[in-house]
């Protein structure tokens, strides 16, 4: 089994940071691209990060300049920094990999559980 557990989310005032972890467990053959999401209710779920497992990044509009993607591939952990937060970031933020399990090498898509961000004006 493998699970994807996010951590680091909170309540912040606007202006402030907040840094995100999620971290991959179980049987894990590679874990390729990783990604943040973030959805508000009753919205869909849009990608805000993605990194590669080269460390190519690529980020939403919204982000640029505020949010940096990181992983370290040694303890299957992907990072999300975040800076300048705004209101409008309230959101729950979800992490994403595709990876392959030592039993299943087929490219699975998994996600995380979910983590409350509140930037409060």
């Given at each position: 089994?493998?699970?994807?557990?996010?951590s680091g989310g909170g309540l912040v005032q606007a202006g402030g940071s907040l840094r995100l972890s999620c971290r991959a467990?179980?049987?894990?053959?590679?874990?390729?691209?990783?990604?943040?999401?973030?959805?508000?209710?009753?919205?869909?779920?849009?990608?805000?990060?993605?990194?590669?497992?080269?460390?190519?990044?690529?980020?939403?509009?919204?982000?640029?300049?505020?949010?940096?993607?990181?992983?370290?591939?040694?303890?299957?952990?992907?990072?999300?920094?975040?800076?300048?937060?705004?209101?409008?970031?309230?959101?729950?933020?979800?992490?994403?990999?595709?990876?392959?399990?030592?039993?299943?090498?087929?490219?699975?898509?998994?996600?995380?559980?979910?983590?409350?961000?509140?930037?409060?004006?």
């Amino acid at each position: 089994q493998v699970q994807l557990v996010e951590s680091g989310g909170g309540l912040v005032q606007a202006g402030g940071s907040l840094r995100l972890s999620c971290r991959a467990s179980g049987s894990i053959f590679r874990i390729n691209t990783m990604r943040w999401y973030r959805q508000a209710p009753g919205k869909q779920r849009d990608v805000v990060a993605t990194i590669t497992s080269g460390g190519f990044t690529n980020y939403a509009d919204s982000v640029k300049g505020r949010f940096t993607v990181s992983r370290d591939n040694a303890q299957n952990t992907v990072y999300l920094q975040m800076n300048n937060l705004k209101p409008d970031d309230t959101d729950v933020y979800y992490c994403n990999a595709d990876l392959q399990t030592w039993s299943n090498k087929a490219l699975g898509e998994y996600w995380g559980q979910g983590t409350q961000v509140t930037v409060s004006s």
